[in-house]
Nanobody
Framework: QLQLVASGGGLVQPGGFLKLSCAAS????????VTWFRQPPGKERGVVSC?????????YYADSVKGRFIISRDNAKDTVYLQMNSLKPEDTAVYYC?????????????WGQGTQVTVSS
């Protein structure tokens, strides 16, 4: 079965940190660009950060997380990470990873199941 598995969420106090992981099952993630999305309670899903296949460069970050979150990938482990520092209550959301690969005119897209992040004292 082809799927993405997101993990690492939990409950953390404001100012704390978490590291999310996104791993693939049934396919090789290192051939895919990966994006982290999040969906706060009662709001729409939005982009948090994304990283290219090579992982070169600094990646893209939403303004709300710039300077606090770091996206990275370890292609040897076939895993993409989202290091989240200085967490705020407004970071509370379900976090999803998404992978995308284009081969000619065909796009291969996968969504992870989501992992809950709650920032609260």
């Amino acid at each position: 079965q082809l799927q993405l598995v997101a993990s690492g969420g939990g409950l953390v106090q404001p100012g704390g940190f978490l590291k999310l992981s996104c791993a693939a099952s049934g396919f090789t993630l290192h051939a895919y660009a990966v994006t982290w999305f999040r969906q706060p309670p009662g709001k729409e899903r939005g982009v948090v950060s994304c990283i290219s296949v090579s992982g070169d460069g600094r990646g893209y970050y939403a303004d709300s997380v710039k300077g606090r979150f770091i996206i990275s990938r370890d292609n040897a482990k076939d895993t993409v990470y989202l290091q989240m520092n200085s967490l705020k209550p407004e970071d509370t959301a379900v976090y999803y990873c998404h992978s995308r690969r284009s081969v000619g005119d065909t796009q291969y897209l996968f969504w992870g199941q989501g992992t809950q992040v709650t920032v609260s004292s």
